[in-house]
């Protein structure tokens, strides 16, 4: 591993319910509990994985034609199993559509070999959660 391979947030607690998450340029973003308003960090996880697949298959449409329609729903249930609680039959179901024309035709053509790459070589969110890939948990100071 390099530190050019290295992503980072910062999770801070803001309230009660409530916390920042801020990366490495200083961007945040907000979230709670649910009970507070706002994203959960399941309803952040379900965008992650969405906002992954559609920045790949933008930039790969979008050389052609811009969209009149690109939007996605991700779904998934969250359950509880013997083990915990874990989301299970994640979804991504895209809607785009782009104009008539030449730029729009070959848009259209690429869409769905687009939408496959990015799941199987180019989504970094989804190949993880597919991969199973271990989370190290750990506490570091404080008490």
Request: charged share 20%; with cysteine.
């Amino acid at each position: 591993m390099t530190s050019d391979s290295l992503r980072s947030v910062t999770v801070e607690r803001t309230g009660p319910g409530r916390f920042t998450a801020t990366n490495s340029r200083g961007d945040t973003v907000t979230f709670s509990t649910g009970s507070a308003g706002g994203f959960t960090p399941v309803e952040l996880f379900l965008a992650a994985l969405g906002g992954c697949s559609a920045a790949d298959v933008d930039a790969a449409t979008t050389r052609h034609a811009e969209p009149s329609v690109f939007s996605l729903t991700v779904e998934g249930h969250k359950v509880q199993d013997e083990g915990g609680n874990l989301m299970t039959d994640l979804e991504v179901a895209f809607t785009v559509a782009f104009p008539e024309g030449e730029g729009g035709d070959r848009a259209r053509a690429i869409l769905p070999r687009a939408v496959k790459t990015s799941h199987d070589k180019l989504c970094t969110v989804s190949r993880t959660v597919e991969a199973g890939t271990p989370v190290v948990v750990k506490v570091v100071g404080g008490g």
